[in-house]
């Protein structure tokens, strides 16, 4: 294990998938969200794949015991990603940054009642103080007064909360895939299959896009693949307990270019809401730790000794 690697590899993630958005923000104005979904899915596989045979691991990652898992894998990922597309359309970057933080309080929620994982009072507790700033997030956008919010921000904010939502039952997809697939395998069967569902909203409308449009749609996906190398390496060099939290540095790189790039300037209630959502998702993962080291005592306690 290496920690200070494995930091770093996650902030680099971090910065890879906010810069991401921002090449989909950037052409969300003119391009259908199932458009970039297309984009940013067929053009990480090659980067995907050029890894997985620089790795030596393009054969054993392209065997899976379960296609049907990551069909419906990615079917919930492929509407999350469209779902958080088209939001970046209606809302600023950090804001839909901080309402996609709502996923991974979702999926503690979605664990215990698809998986049976229990949740005690702890984590209940953390996921109620999460959802709290989320309301204070979407409180502007739902409030429905001409002069803070509006319908079109209203349904961009339930556009992303929506994905948020997509995000949680893909997380539990992932977890049982997890049981008898490789990350890569995953990472890879995922492009693929938001690839081919994307092609589904081809008669909804795609446009030609401008050769500049076209340039930020292959590097977002170019991005999404080298995002999830780096996302997946990070994991490989240290517990996740100790990464997991970096996922809330992305917070400061999209206010930073939401205001430098988009001109976004964040609200109190914004600012307010994203710090309770991280604030509870960073107890969520130390409550996991905490579940973790126990579990590791009691096997070790019950490993005969001699």
């Known amino acids: 294990m290496r920690p200070l690697r494995g930091i770093a590899l996650k902030v680099a993630s971090v910065i890879v998938f906010i810069v991401m958005a921002s090449l989909i923000k950037a052409t969300a104005a003119?391009?259908?969200?199932?458009?970039?979904?297309?984009?940013?899915?067929?053009?990480?596989?090659?980067?995907i794949m050029a890894w997985l045979a620089w790795r030596r691991e393009l054969g054993s990652g392209l065997r899976t015991p379960n296609p049907?898992?990551?069909?419906?894998?990615?079917?919930?990922?492929?509407?999350?990603?469209?779902l958080g597309f088209a939001g970046l359309g209606y809302l600023p970057l950090p804001e839909v940054t901080a309402i996609g933080y709502a996923a991974p309080l979702m999926t503690v929620v979605f664990a215990a009642m698809f998986l049976g994982e229990e949740?005690?009072?702890?984590?209940?507790?953390?996921?109620?103080?999460?959802?709290i700033g989320v309301l204070i997030v979407l409180a502007p956008r739902l409030s429905f007064d001409p002069e803070t919010a509006s319908i079109v921000e209203a349904f961009g904010a339930m556009l992303v909360l929506g994905g948020a939502v997509f995000a949680a039952l893909a997380q539990v997809f992932v977890r049982k895939l997890v049981q008898t697939e490789a990350t890569a395998t995953i990472v890879f069967y995922f492009s693929v299959t938001a690839?081919?569902?994307?092609?589904?909203?081809?008669?909804?409308?795609?446009?030609?896009?401008?050769?500049?449009?076209?340039m930020l749609l292959i590097g977002a996906g170019l991005?999404?693949?080298?995002?999830?190398?780096?996302?997946?390496?990070?994991?490989?060099?240290a517990d996740a307990s100790l990464v997991a939290p970096f996922d809330y540095a992305s917070m400061l790189f999209a206010l930073g270019i939401g205001y430098f790039v988009f001109q976004e300037v964040p609200s109190w209630p914004m600012l307010g809401g994203a710090a309770l959502i991280?604030?509870?998702?960073?107890?969520?993962?130390?409550?996991?730790?905490?579940?973790g080291l126990e579990r590791a005592r009691q096997r070790k306690a019950m490993t005969p000794q001699g």
């Open 30 to 47: 003119h391009v259908p969200a199932g458009q970039a979904v297309f984009f940013r899915s067929l053009f990480a596989i090659p980067v």
């Open 68 to 82: 049907i898992g990551h069909v419906w894998r990615g079917v919930m990922g492929t509407l999350a990603m469209g």
């Open 119 to 131: 949740v005690r009072l702890f984590r209940i507790s953390a996921v109620v103080l999460g959802l």
């Open 195 to 214: 690839t081919a569902l994307s092609l589904a909203t081809l008669p909804f409308g795609w446009v030609w896009p401008s050769p500049r449009e076209a």
């Open 223 to 237: 991005l999404g693949g080298l995002g999830q190398i780096l996302l997946t390496s990070s994991y490989r060099e």
């Open 278 to 291: 991280v604030t509870a998702g960073c107890l969520i993962i130390w409550r996991e730790r905490q579940l």
